[in-house]
């Protein structure tokens, strides 16, 4: 059973950075996964934003979130990072961590339906 919990959010000016973590636990070091951050606003359908292989050898980027995101993984750490500068307030979102077991990196790496595991989530708050 894969657990996630992810921490780093909070309130931040326009043009500013946070930082995002999510610690994993439960992966089977022999499995290849694939472990992204989406982020849901209020009234809006939940988005992918980014996602890494669990070698970090792969990684996408959603559009909006290209030149000022950037993912990272630490496997000595078993934590993934999402570094976010440049911030904006449409960024504005509850983040969530998500993680699934595949057999290589996905056509459509960003898309929700694929990720059965999902932590809590953190809120991110972009505003003057």
């Known amino acids: 059973q894969l657990q996630l919990v992810e921490s780093g959010g909070g309130l931040v000016q326009p043009g500013g950075s946070l930082r995002l973590s999510c610690v994993a636990s439960g992966f089977t070091w022999w499995d290849y996964y694939v472990i992204g951050w989406f982020r849901q606003a209020p009234g809006k359908e939940r988005e992918g934003v980014s996602c890494i292989s669990s070698s970090g050898g792969a990684f996408a980027y959603a559009d909006s979130v290209k030149g000022r995101f950037t993912i990272s993984i630490d496997n000595a750490k078993n934590t993934v990072y999402l570094q976010m500068n440049s911030l904006k307030p449409e960024d504005t979102a509850v983040y969530y961590c998500?993680?699934?077991?595949?057999?290589?990196?996905?056509?459509?790496?960003?898309?929700?339906?694929?990720?059965?595991?999902w932590g809590q989530g953190t809120q991110v708050t972009v505003s003057s």
């Open positions: 998500a993680a699934n077991r595949f057999r290589s990196f996905p056509p459509q790496p960003l898309e929700v339906r694929q990720y059965d595991y």
